[in-house]
């Protein structure tokens, strides 16, 4: 048994997820993590919301809230979008939890006590308009790197490139739209990235089986243009972790909060923290390489907008600390998923929202089609026909069909109850020999987290079964032998139970309404198949499920792409 510590990017809190967000960080993260724990590993599963900065602040002023209680009801909404997807968090925890105020503001003073924090003072745009200095985020522009004309102050979503405001053509305010922005003096706290850059440099060369996608961007802020660069970690606001605490070594920080990227990834090590007073859990042995966390292997999911904050940023904090905190061991990036033609957004209310999707289908469907087409070598594309094409193909007409045949069938002709033991014939020693292989091949793309390869094998095991059915005919040999047809039927219930176990962490309620019609509760994983395909012994009992999948119909798919084309209210 191997210990895995998890996380997923932490949602920002002001506003639903779309289904972009979903499955490039949360949804993959909970694959892997059912995935090693149906293999019997100890995993710490760790998600949370991302409260501070601006557009909290913003968007609970739009809902007339204190952004404290906007926070902690959004916070809610959202834990109860995740469960209804079925995501498997050991903890879904709160940037602004104390233990995070605490742990950022213990990570700002040992990175100052290491020289590794220095003042600037520098000019900020202010906006007369709105009386106040404006963040980032709130600032847009063109981008000068690829001309996007949405780039935002701080990044630009479409290129990803790091940006400060002044370096945007045409800025303008968000809030008000306003372009009378002037430059104002103000002291902030810098990280001194720079400092670090070497040896981010050789930590990054060592990770030969990254993802591409995550060195690459990793390389391009270490090495692109003048090197990576000192960041400012603190802003003009009031709502975050203040930068002003006992201990703090650097003073006039009065009325100032670090910066939302500076306290959200220590909420991964804050949000076990959180896990572990709720629970009464030892948070530090999966944290601190002193305390037990040496065998630890730790893994980040995220989109590719997030993976300079994860490979420089987080990775400073942690080194740069001195201290013996764990350091990230993968990190799974995702590009990015397209809705229909365009961009998923939540700003412009463009695409799919979580709630809308579990609005109108079961969480597996969405599991199995997002997951099945994860955008991992290139961006993809979410179409209703493509959507509609692949529920019904994969999940009604292989798994589900095949489910429903053989239960059926048994109960027609045998009774509820596994009709004969499992003998292996001619046939399906020659389906276990195929299963095996793929059975290796599907457990080697899960270990390596290839998402859709991963799918693409678990269907392919489901496909197996389908075409043995098939060959095998029970229906015609029970005219003619009734002991071969039962023998048939015995081992077609045990491989459903094993594709139970095997799909589970796709798709987990099919799983669960599997094995509750089989009567089982063996989740055990098939190390040695010529065990687990006996695992239901003749006689035992069991039920018909419910129809496991239903079909998408024309008539829904069209009015679904029709309510989605227009923007969320
Ligand atoms: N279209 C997309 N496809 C895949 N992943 C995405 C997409 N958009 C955002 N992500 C990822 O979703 C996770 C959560 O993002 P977050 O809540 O910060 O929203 P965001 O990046 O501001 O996106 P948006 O502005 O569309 O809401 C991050 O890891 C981010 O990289
Ligand atoms: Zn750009």
Redesign the pocket.
Known sequence: MARHLIT?????IN?I??????????LPADLYARYLRGRGHDVMFICAT?EHGTPAELAAAKAGKPVADYCAEMHDVQAEIAAGFRLSFDHFGRSSSPQNHALTQHFARVLGEQGLIREVTEKQMYSVADGRFLPDRYIEGTCPNCGYTSARGDQC?NCTKQLDPVDLINPHSVISGSTDLEMRETKHLFLRQSAMKAKLADWIDSKTDWPVLTTSIARKWLFDGEGLQDRGITRDLSWGVPAQFEGAPWAGMEGKVFYVWFDAPIEYIAGTQEWADATGGDWARWWRTDKGAEDVTYTQ??????VPFHTLGFPVTILGSGEPWKLVDYIKS??????DGG?????RGR?VFMDQALSILPADYWRWWLLSHA?ESA?AEFTWENFQSSVNKDLADVLGNLVSRVTKFCNAKFGLEVPSEVVLGERETALMAQFSEGLAAYVKAMDAIQVRRSAEELRALWVLGNEYLQAAAPWSVVKTDEAAARGIIAFALNLIRLYAVLSRPFIPDAAQAIMTALDCEDWSWPEDLDTAIRALPAGHRFTVPENLFRKITDEEREDWAKRFAGRRD
């Open positions: 997923s990017a932490i949602p920002y506003g997820k779309h289904l972009g967000n979903l499955v490039g960080s949360q991302d979503d999911f995220m989109g590719k907008d997030n995702f590009n990015y998923l397209n809705y961009q998923f957004s939540t700003s695409g955008p961006d």
